[in-house]
């Protein structure tokens, strides 16, 4: 596992909905992941109902906002507040995605792909280092998906996500579902892909449904994980062994219920893979 970070099983998005059935009911689960931007600024019973979440489970933070890839400068603040963040929860480490989402200062608030090429590498190797010497824990980049090759590019998906985190030192969270979408709707071979990027990068897993339109997969997050991403990741875990999953659900959000019971479905998949020893906790 990258940086020997804990492999933490199975886990799910921490969301306010669900946030007194988890204190009251303390269902089994490996791990909650958090996004800050949810949560930072908040008191009453949003600080507090973390707080008791974080004191019980394991608990990891992911970031939307960080926009590693923009060339607007990197709000330093904002990751000194995801730090104390990260601090207060006791994340092990740390991820955001390989992306932009600011232009000139604007938020686009769309994870908006790079494009492959030498010039976004050294930006955002430049702009990771920054972000791992305040957070002082390791950092992850996810791979997101795109619908078009973005312009200008100079290599391949996979050459570009080597590069960046040779580049930058820093860990990849796979999100296997974004693999198999951009590998459908770009065409190219998911399996070939894995075994093109430095799998020993790898410190968290995310699965995702997404929705099919036309010829296009979408990345909606909205769905139940699909049969041919569970068959993808079985094949990753056939590569890098026992890690930590997230199950991303992040619109029609289910009930707790429904989502615990896809993580147990990667839980189980997990230990038929990999031996059912009991989950590292560290
Ligand atoms: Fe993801």
Same mark, same amino acid.
């Given at each position: 596992m990258y940086a020997n970070l804990?492999?933490?099983?199975a886990g799910v998005g921490l969301r306010r909905q669900h946030l007194q059935e988890i204190i009251a009911d303390?269902?089994?689960?490996?791990w909650f992941e958090v996004i800050p931007e949810n949560f930072l600024q908040r008191g009453g019973f949003l600080a507090d109902a973390l707080e008791r979440v974080a004191t019980a489970y394991p608990c990891v933070g992911h970031g939307v906002?960080?926009?590693?890839?923009?060339?607007?400068?990197?709000?330093r603040e904002h990751v000194r507040g995801v730090k104390q963040f990260c601090d207060k929860i006791g994340s092990r480490w740390f991820s955001d995605h390989l992306?932009?989402?600011?232009?000139d200062h604007v938020n686009l608030n769309d994870l908006i792909p790079l494009p492959f090429t030498e010039e976004a590498i050294e930006n955002v190797a430049a702009r990771v280092r920054i972000v791992q010497d305040i957070l002082e824990r390791p950092f992850l980049l996810e791979n997101v998906t795109y619908y *078009?090759? +973005?312009?200008?590019?100079?290599?391949s998906e996979a050459e570009f996500i080597t590069r960046v985190l040779e580049r930058s030192d820093c860990g990849l969270l796979l999100d296997v579902s974004n693999v198999l979408l951009n590998a459908r709707n770009q065409e190219y071979d998911p399996e070939a892909f894995l075994d093109s990027i430095?799998?020993?990068?790898?410190?968290q897993l995310h699965l995702a449904g997404f929705e099919e339109f036309g010829d296009v997969l979408l990345?909606?997050? *909205?769905? +139940?994980?699909?049969d041919d991403t569970w068959v993808l990741y079985r094949k990753v875990l056939e590569r890098i062994g026992r890690t930590s999953v997230l199950i991303e659900w992040d619109s029609e959000i289910p009930s707790l219920a429904r989502l615990l019971q896809e993580a147990e479905m990667a839980q189980q998949l997990m230990d038929e893979v990999c031996g059912s020893a009991s989950v590292g906790n560290d």
């Open positions: 804990p492999a933490l099983g303390r269902p089994t689960v490996g906002s960080l926009s590693i890839g923009s060339t607007d400068p990197l709000d992306c932009f989402t600011m232009v *078009a090759a +973005p312009s200008r590019s100079q290599m430095p799998l020993e990068r790898v410190g990345d909606t997050h *909205a769905r +139940p994980v699909a």
